[in-house]
């Protein structure tokens, strides 16, 4: 294969930016990047930025399935299409185009975890590791061979933010940049998934979030700490929603009623639940910013006794 395989990028945000700077450092021939048109008042894709820094052309179609959006992807001449954090449907006559196909990231050990919010689903549902999967995306979701794995731990301590940031992004990159290597050498394996270990689960959001006090303190902690920082797990107090920030779990029977207050301090607030308590350090009351528990505290008074509630 030549060394000079031409590669489009679709992408955004900085993993995609991330991406394409480090093809560039590896001096990977990139014709041309594919990203979301600019929002009036938002800043500009980081990818854009990135792109025009390095003279490389930028296109931006609200829809990738749109005839000027293919017939644009086409006109490049592509070897290899890239798909670093691609949210839109990329239609079979961009994927297939190229000479080579399409690769893409998704952040989690397919075929387990298929679906747009990955991340957060093995952390709420207490699993200890998780991963990556560069994979050739095909008609399905999610379906498509795998290239390349690669796997992390879910600690105790772990929050979706962690996982993310400190090893997902960051292994991510680097797995892509194998991945192209892979391909430009001709050593790229197309492993066909094991349907029979496929999950899937669709967006986590708020209201998949909402604590349930009766449920057991692990469940309870796994939830908050798989959806921090989105979308935050949450609860209500005194009728008005709030979200819970770095939370520690403490094990044993309180004696309390599942979402009562025991006990304040100058770490947080402690709240009951089934078999133990949450140490809540970190607050986002509704329609407000987050902030330290115990500036939230002496705002409300809150004291022990008082109720959390669906």
């Known amino acids: 294969m ?3 395989m031409r590669i489009v990028i679709i992408g955004q945000a900085a993993f995609g930016e991330s991406v394409l700077n480090t093809l560039v450092e590896r001096d990977e021939n990139i014709v041309g990047v594919f990203c979301s048109p600019d929002k009036e008042g938002r800043p500009l894709d980081p990818i854009k930025i990135a792109a025009q820094t390095h003279d490389i052309p930028v296109f931006q179609f609200k829809r990738m399935r749109k005839k000027e959006a293919v017939d644009a ?3 490049l001449n592509a070897d290899l299409c890239v798909m670093a954090f691609v949210t839109d449907i990329v239609p079979d006559a961009i994927l297939e185009a190229p000479t080579h196909g399409s690769i893409q990231y998704h952040p989690s050990l397919l075929p387990k975890h298929r679906g747009p919010s990955s991340i957060n ?3 709420i549902q207490g699993e200890t590791k998780t991963g990556l999967s560069i994979f050739w995306p095909d008609k399905g979701l999610d379906t498509g061979p795998i290239l390349l794995q690669k796997e ?9 933010g962690s996982v993310y940031f400190d090893r997902l992004f960051p292994m991510g990159v680097e797995a892509m940049a194998e991945a192209v290597k892979m391909v430009k050498e001709g050593a790229a394996p197309k492993i066909v998934q094991d349907e029979s270990e496929a999950t899937y689960e669709g967006w986590c959001q708020a209201e998949d979030v909402v604590i349930d006090w009766n449920k057991s303190v692990d469940e309870i902690y796994n939830l908050i700490r798989g959806s921090e ?5 949450g609860s209500t107090y005194n009728g008005s929603k709030i979200q819970f920030y770095k939370v520690q779990k403490q094990s044993g029977n309180t004696g309390q009623e599942p979402g009562t207050v025991f006990e304040v301090s100058d770490k947080g607030f402690l709240v009951a639940a089934a078999g133990g308590a949450i140490l809540v350090g970190r607050i986002q009351p509704e329609g407000a910013r987050k902030t330290m528990a115990p500036d939230w505290i002496a705002s409300v008074n809150l004291k022990p006794g008082d109720k ?3």
């Not at 992390?152 to 979706?160: G, K």
């Not at 920082?229 to 797990?233: D, E, H, I, K, N």
């Open 121 to 123: 689903w093995p952390i």
């Open 152 to 160: 992390t731990e879910i600690t105790a301590d772990d929050t979706l």
């Open 229 to 233: 920082p989105v979308p935050g797990a």
């Open 73 to 75: 992807f086409k006109a």
């Open 2 to 4: 030549t060394e000079d």
């Open 308 to 310: 959390f509630g669906r």
